[in-house]
């Protein structure tokens, strides 16, 4: 016996095509909040150790994607990354993470009330361990008008 069969006196109904457009809209929304999440947190994620930087007007040099930083706070405390140091554990620590790379760059960030002569006896400790290419930190310091002179009020 055959299957049952189509009235004859219906039309038949269309099938909608189906939309073959992908709808970007939720794509962008979610990629926008992600910017802006991302934007926010970046500059938190910079400085793990947070000190007052002297200013100047040099620029940045370029250097590798992720320098070490080696930093001396207004107390003398000396940390490497976020992890704190002393003088003594400085360079094995040092040799540890850059797996003994001499070609490593390192950030020295000092804040600006530690004495000249304590940021040098770092550098030079990690000079003496074969590091060559160590940088010193600052902040870039606002645009303004040079004087060469001392202001009226602190001449002799």
Do not use: W
């Amino acid at each position: 016996m055959p299957g049952p069969s189509l009235p004859r006196g219906r039309p038949r109904l269309r099938r909608r095509r189906q939309m073959a457009e992908i709808n970007v809209t939720p794509f962008v929304d979610v990629m926008l909040v992600l910017l802006i999440v991302f934007m926010i947190t970046a500059p938190l994620l910079t400085s793990g150790v947070n000190v007052d930087l002297p200013r100047t007007e040099a620029r940045p040099l370029p250097g590798q994607d992720k320098p070490l930083a080696v930093t001396v706070t207004a107390e003398g405390t000396i940390y490497l990354q976020e992890r704190q140091v002393s003088l003594e554990e400085l360079v094995p620590s040092l040799l540890a993470i850059s797996e003994r790379d001499p070609e490593v760059r390192i950030f020295v960030r000092g804040d600006r009330r530690v004495s000249y002569g304590q940021i040098m006896e770092v550098i030079g400790t990690i000079n003496r361990a074969g590091f060559t290419r160590v940088a010193l930190v600052t902040e870039l310091a606002e645009p303004g008008p040079r004087t060469a002179e001392a202001p009226a009020s602190e001449r002799p």
